[in-house]
C-alpha cells in the first residue's frame, strides 16, 4: 500500500507472503509442558516459494518458565527421516531448522528475534523476557506433499527462572495433518489517493483530515481452506507509531503528519493481527472485499507542508 503526500496521497496494497494461522494447545506434566503450537489440520497452497514462514505461533515467558524473565538453559532441535522400523525417531542437530514428517517442511524456534541453534547445559544460559517465536517454513523441496506427523518431538525447550535451579522440561511437538490445496487467494496491486489538505485543518496532534473509503480485494479464493485469514504489515519502523499509523516512507517532506488506516467503523486497524475472512466458505471459495478508510493524522505539535508517503502488505494466512 503507497501513499502520496499531503497534498496528494497514495497508498498501496500489495499481496506479500503466506502464512498459516495457528492454534496452541499444552498438555501439563509435572515438570513442564508439551507444546503443540499449529492446528491438527493444516491446508497450504501448492505453490509456496521455497524459505517462506508458512505458519507461526508464540510463548510467553510466563507460559514457559512461570516469570515474566526466563533463562534457556538446553535447546535441542531434532530432526525427523524416515527410518527403520524399530529405530529412535528422530536425531538432535545443531539446527536453527529442523526435518519435519511432512515432505517440504521444516521448523525452527526464535529467542530474542534470532533463529535458535543448539544449546548445551555446559554453555551459558540465554534469558529472554519476550514470546519465543515458533515457525513452519516451507524448504527447498521441489513438492510439497500431503502427510501426517506423529506427535513427533522437534524441540527441547529447558528453561530456569532468572534466580532458580529447577529446570523446567518444555518440549515442543508437530502433531499436524496436511493437505495441499491448488492455488491461493490474489490480492492486486492497487493505489489511494486522498485529495490535497490544508495545513489548517490539522489542529493539534491526533487531528485527522482527508479521510476516504478504500477496500482491499482478496480474489479468487479456492475452496477447501478450513480457515482463510489476512494481516496488515506497515512497512517500515513502526517504533513510535500510534494505533493504524503508518510510518512515513523515505520520499516523504512532510512533517507532522502521517497516513491512519481505519476499519469501516472508525477504529484504527491493529497492525501484525491475524483476521479472520468470516465470509469464505471451505466448499465454495469465492472473491471478497475488505472496507476501509484512510486520512492523514496529525502526530506532531507542528505541521510541515510537504508530500506524505507510506505503505502496507496484505499478508494472506491459510489453515
Known amino acids: 500500500m503507497k501513499m502520496h503526500r499531503l497534498d496528494l496521497k497514495a497508498m498501496r496494497v500489495v499481496e506479500r507472503a503466506v502464512a498459516a494461522s495457528l492454534g496452541l494447545t499444552a498438555a501439563t506434566s509435572a515438570f ?7 492446528p491438527t489440520a ?11 514462514v508458512v505458519a507461526r505461533a508464540y510463548l510467553t515467558p510466563q507460559t514457559l518458565c512461570g516469570e515474566g524473565t526466563c533463562r534457556l538453559v538446553n535447546f535441542r532441535p531434532i530432526s525427523h527421516v524416515n527410518v527403520a522400523s524399530g529405530d529412535v525417531p528422530g536425531f538432535v542437530s545443531n539446527g536453527p531448522t529442523v526435518i519435519t514428517e511432512i515432505k517440504g517442511l521444516r521448523m525452527q524456534v526464535l529467542v530474542n528475534g534470532e533463529p535458535q541453534t543448539r544449546l548445551d547445559e555446559n554453555q551459558p544460559s540465554i534469558k529472554f523476557s519476550s514470546p519465543i517465536e515458533i515457525q513452519l517454513l516451507r524448504d527447498a523441496s521441489p513438492e510439497l506433499g500431503n502427510g501426517t506427523t506423529a506427535d513427533s518431538i522437534q524441540f527441547w525447550f529447558f ?8 529446570r523446567i522440561d518444555n518440549y515442543i511437538r508437530l502433531n499436524t495433518r496436511l493437505t495441499r490445496i491448488e492455488g491461493s487467494c490474489s490480492v492486486p496491486s492497487r493505489t489511494v489517493e486522498l485529495q490535497p489538505a490544508r495545513v489548517g485543518r490539522l489542529t493539534g496532534v491526533g487531528a485527522t483530515a482527508g479521510e476516504r473509503s478504500f477496500q482491499i480485494n482478496i480474489d479468487d479464493c479456492p475452496k477447501g481452506y478450513n480457515k482463510i485469514l489476512y494481516r496488515l504489515k ?3 519502523d513502526t517504533v513510535g507509531t500510534s494505533a493504524g499509523v503508518l510510518p512515513l516512507s523515505a520520499e516523504s517532506t512532510a512533517k507532522g503528519v502521517r497516513i491512519r488506516v481505519t ?5 484504527p486497524v491493529a497492525f501484525d493481527t491475524s483476521n479472520r475472512i468470516d465470509a469464505y466458505s471451505k466448499d465454495t471459495g469465492g472473491s471478497f472485499s475488505i472496507p476501509m478508510r484512510v486520512s492523514y493524522v496529525q502526530t506532531e505539535a507542528k505541521v510541515t507542508p510537504g508530500t506524505v508517503n507510506g505503505a502496507m502488505s496484505v499478508l494472506m494466512e491459510y489453515q
Open 32 to 38: 513442564g509442558a508439551d507444546f503443540r503450537p499449529f
Open 42 to 52: 493444516l491446508s497450504l497452497p501448492r505453490g509456496v516459494a521455497a524459505n517462506t
Open 159 to 166: 528453561t530456569k527462572t532468572t534466580s532458580g535451579t529447577n
Open 234 to 236: 506497515p512497512v517500515g
Open 263 to 267: 476499519d469501516s467503523a472508525g477504529a
